[in-house]
């Protein structure tokens, strides 16, 4: 849906895009609110004044010609930075991959990689892309693009090399283990769908990566879930573990409906702003997919990189009591953000609307507090530096929370050895009944 002619659903930051029932103010969270100064039409136009003379006075006597449009945008830039720290003006390119973001299609290869030892490490092909189809394996290290070495580049850097207009080309040049000469491909970029959610089974407790909300979040859940019965040859799984910790979220709507997947009936959030359009509660409603897993124990994990759309979904999971969370404070993001295109000149990023878990809690500044606190071991290296306080620090942070804010950091540590992986090997001992706590399995809401 859009909630004005001009808004599009592109964030959490976003607007939703699903259907939804308007409801009357949240009457339960009454909120001490300053009365904005009202000030004259004459004040306001003399202050626009102000503005242009200004302006004028740049134009004019800087010593430089300045670039009249860059200083406009800077203006817009500070004008919206000034509200709260995730309302901000866009130019035209950071508005397309902010589009591109969130829409999980780009024009690729269709290689998952990762920086090791300065060159670029082929961690996965994704099916059905040039890369996979052209014979790219998993381990081979790539070493050219385009005939420019990679050593030193950075992994961003390589990416945006690969990334380009559908049906270009380029050639990459891989060393593969066994292999004594380096190997050639000439790649042509294709429309690439990126992989939201990855499963993994830990014996027959099926663990779900969700990285992001962008829109493969949810079908990604649904073929993991797919997957899984495949996995187990049609039995059901022992437990499902959904695991959102770092995932900075992404799309509102997606948020709904892999909450929808877990729940069959009750909101899953509701959402509050300054006008009636604002204002909306989300439900979730019965369908195969959670009546297929009705019955499957669910634990979620978190921790303080676990922001927006993941904090919905935590939330929504937790109040229903549909699962059990495990991990440390999410980051504490409980505004929403519409996304308002500008044409040519780009779009604006406004926060239009505070949401609400179903509990009717604002979790603005205080975050997610998990079921069972469950911390990692922290490196040496990393310690000091593993913990976010989160929104709570950011300047300018609306406020309005319901819940206590947050005073500590809240550690956004996850070890690559799932062995060392004290968060994720709770959450096995819980299902596999390993491990006792009254916050497991929780009593579903009614």
Known sequence: MRLTPLKVAVSVAAVMSIGFAFVPALTAQEE???????????????????FGEVFDRIRAEYVEPPDERALIHA????????????????EPIDYADVQEDTSGRFGGLGIEVQMEEGVIKVVSPIDDTPAAKAGILANDFIVELDGTPVQGMTLDAAVDMMRGEVGTKITITVIREGVDEPLEF????????TRAARLTMEGDIGVIRLARF????????TKAIDDMYAELDGKAPKGIILDLRNNPGGLVDQA????????????????????AQESARYDARPDDVDSRIADVPLVVLINGGSASAAEIVAGALQDHRRATVVGTRSFGKGSVQSIIPLGADGAMRLTTARYYTPNNRSIQAAGIQPDILITQDVPEEFKGRDEILGEAALPGEIGGGTEERATVGSSVYVPSDREADNQLQYAIGLINGDEENEAYPPNEAG
């Open 256 to 275: 709904v409906l892999v909450s929808d997947a877990f729940l069959k009936q009750g909101a899953v959030v509701l959402t509050r702003g300054r006008i």
């Open 214 to 221: 962008s829109e493969q979040a949810y079908v990604g859940i």
């Open 186 to 193: 000439e790649l042509t970029r294709d429309i690439i769908s």
């Open 75 to 90: 203006a817009l830039q500070g004008m919206l930075t000034s509200l709260d720290p995730h309302s901000g003006y866009m």
């Open 32 to 50: 001490t609110v300053e009365e904005p100064v009202t000030r004259s039409s004459d004040e306001i136009y003399s202050d626009l004044s102000l």
